[in-house]
């Protein structure tokens, strides 16, 4: 069970021993992963202890032939996936069972850094968690996709807007970006991007446009995101409308796909789009 602060609580079939311990292991973070936040370990405050890539919770009874372990929001865990074991050396993986994740559903989060835990079962049976860690933080709202554009709005956490606020896309890949203007008041953003400029030169391989604000004029950029509720892998649950192009010359036009990646961030995905699939 996950709570809005936080915290998730574990509850694990088995016999309660003196040794027994529930263990979080981070997997090996991807180079170069787009939007990763601060990067901070996991460090326990008053529960659990470990290190930055692994924490060990205790289990207790909490039943009849059932365990529990806490994991409290002071316990900090370093944005990531974290794989879950039990077993007298951390061996035994821990297949998810009923996830109740309702109060992330809406969450806004406090002052200071952004956090977010989500339990989930991954595509072998197994249960993880997915953790977000980011200062500051630009949660995407509402998306409106218009003909050759898309329309963000979110809110900014952790900071707010200021003179010259602006979006960008950035061409993964390379030093190649786009900006337009941020309109909104101290926390609220919104900017609409057109797929044009993106699309020039001609598309001939799929590229993919990650979206950063820039609360202000010299101001560090932020990755645009979604990460305040209860799901932990968006590409398949939030889908959005896609843009053909009818080209004036080339023997391509292109897709415009807004979509998030793996890690909840929110990109544009062009597509090269042979003449005979754009012609009336």
């Not at 900090?76 to 998810?96: K, Q």
């Not at 900071?159 to 309109?183: K, M, S």
């Not at 010299?218 to 080209?247: E, G, M, Q, T, Y």
């Not at 080339?250 to 897709?255: E, V």
Request: aromatic share 6%.
């Amino acid at each position: 069970m996950a709570d809005s602060a936080g915290g998730i609580t574990f509850d694990i079939t088995g016999e309660a021993r003196p040794d027994a311990v529930l263990v979080l292991r981070r997997r090996a973070v991807r180079a170069g992963a787009a939007g990763a936040g601060s990067g901070s370990g996991a460090r326990g405050a008053g529960a659990g202890a470990g290190t930055d890539d692994e924490v060990r919770l205790p289990l207790t009874g909490a039943g009849e032939s059932l365990l529990r372990a806490v994991l409290p929001s002071t316990v900090e865990l370093a944005e990531g996936h974290w794989d879950i074991f039990t077993g007298a050396r951390g061996e035994l993986p821990v297949r998810p069972g009923i996830r109740d994740v309702r109060a992330l559903v809406g969450r806004t989060p406090g002052a200071g850094r952004v956090t977010a835990r989500i339990p989930y079962p991954t595509p072998d049976g197994r249960l993880a968690v997915r953790s977000w860690v980011r200062a500051p933080h630009a949660e995407a709202g509402t998306v409106r996709c218009e003909p050759g554009a898309t329309t963000v709005e979110g809110v900014l956490y952790g900071a707010e807007l200021g003179e010259g606020a602006e979006a960008e896309a950035r061409l993964r890949g390379t030093g190649r970006g786009h900006r337009v203007a941020v309109t909104g008041c101290g926390g609220a953003f919104a900017f609409t991007l057109p797929y044009g400029p993106l699309a020039a030169p001609p598309v001939e391989e799929r590229q993919w446009w990650d979206l950063w604000l820039l609360p202000a004029r010299n101001a560090a950029a932020v990755r645009v995101s979604r990460i305040l509720d209860d799901i932990w892998d968006k590409r398949f649950a939030l889908v959005h409308p896609a843009h053909l192009s009818h080209p004036d010359r080339g023997a391509y036009g292109w897709l415009a796909v807004p979509c998030y990646t793996g890690d909840n961030d929110f990109s544009v995905r062009l597509d090269p789009a042979p003449l005979s699939a754009t012609a009336p």
